[in-house]
């Protein structure tokens, strides 16, 4: 009997220290959501209205900073991540088309499938933008100003040259019949910059998203000549005419959404992805994509993923259409 309870007490202490410890809930520590921008534009927004919206709701129990990390369109950002934060799943980084060209353009050696997909969120839309007082009233007048001298109007843009806002308005260019190669683009490091330019006086137009604008346009401060949409975006936008609808076939769609380092367990990747979708159906995200003019869109995990891949791909055949890429 003694050795049969000695056996017994020892096969649970061995059992001890071989049994797995329980699950460590997860985030156990602090979030980060890296900005590849300045602050102010498409990107910070898309950051600090998650980070809003995550706390308010209290779907996530850790605090969240926003770290902004600019330069190269996305390229520093991803940089960042693959090198520095493999298997992190503490922190997550926002994504659109412009990191999607800087790939299309090789001006960062990673790809999508570098990194690890979440999803997308949200949809905004292209505009072309100048100062109230500006002597264009009309998307065609600006463009028989740049039709007559290519240089004559100086468009700031928050990415680099033959990125996202380099190609929203060289699509319009190349539309109304003119070289988008010969126009005379500005890059800044984010929209913030670029729409403060554009305020200051130092450049004449702006083809920013109608989220980074909104603030302004309420206020006054701009023109929008046209959005770039298949038809007239409704609500306060329903007044201001698209490209297409002026004689300009010309439309641009930004994708909003976010991805994580590489290598993150799967258990994790899972745990964002259910995350974000419980964050785009709660009152505060609704409230926060109608006051930055955002519109419904979710693709989660691989169908996002899936998609990354196809957006790379069309963003490339783009971009040789339009003379930035051979």
């Not at 996530?60 to 190269?72: C, L, T, W, Y």
């Not at 088309?97 to 979440?118: E, H, I, N, Q, S």
């Not at 005419?241 to 290598?263: C, H, L, N, S």
């Amino acid at each position: 009997m003694r050795v049969s309870i000695r056996w017994a007490v020892l096969c649970l202490a061995v059992a001890a220290l071989v049994a797995p410890s329980p699950a460590v809930a997860f985030p156990e520590k602090p979030i980060t959501c890296i900005a590849p921008a300045n602050p102010g534009g498409g990107w910070d927004l898309t950051c600090r209205s998650a980070e809003r919206v995550l706390r308010e709701e209290k779907l996530v129990s850790q605090p969240i900073a926003v770290e902004n990390m600019p330069g190269g369109s996305g390229a520093v950002g991803i940089a960042h991540v693959v090198t520095k934060r493999k298997g992190d799943g503490h922190l997550f980084v926002a994504a659109s088309p412009a990191l999607t060209f800087t790939m299309a353009l090789k001006r960062t050696p990673y790809g999508y499938k570098d990194v690890t997909p979440l999803a997308a969120v949200a949809a905004d839309f292209g505009a072309v933008v100048v100062r109230k007082d500006a002597p264009w009233k009309t998307l065609k007048e600006l463009m028989d100003a740049v039709k007559a001298n290519p240089t004559a109007v100086a468009f700031a843009g928050g990415s680099a040259p033959g990125g996202q806002d380099h190609v929203k308005v060289a699509k319009v260019v190349k539309a109304a019949g003119a070289d988008p190669t010969k126009m005379k683009y500005v890059p800044y490091q984010g929209g913030g910059e670029a729409l403060a330019s554009l305020l200051g006086g130092h450049t004449q137009a702006f083809p920013g998203d109608i989220s980074e604008i909104a603030g302004q346009l309420e206020g006054g401060q701009i023109r929008v000549l046209a959005v770039l949409a298949d038809k007239r975006l409704p609500g306060t936008l329903k007044d201001i005419p698209t490209a297409k609808e002026q004689g300009f076939d010309a439309t641009y769609v930004v994708w909003r959404g976010y991805y994580a380092a590489p290598g993150i367990p799967k258990a994790q990747a899972d745990w964002w992805v259910a995350t974000l979708a419980k964050m785009v159906k709660s009152p505060t995200w609704q409230k926060i994509a109608g006051d930055n003019k955002w519109f419904d869109l979710w693709m989660g995990g691989d169908d996002f993923a899936r998609f990354l891949e196809k957006d790379l791909e069309t963003s490339g055949a783009l971009l040789k259409e339009l003379g930035f890429l051979k």
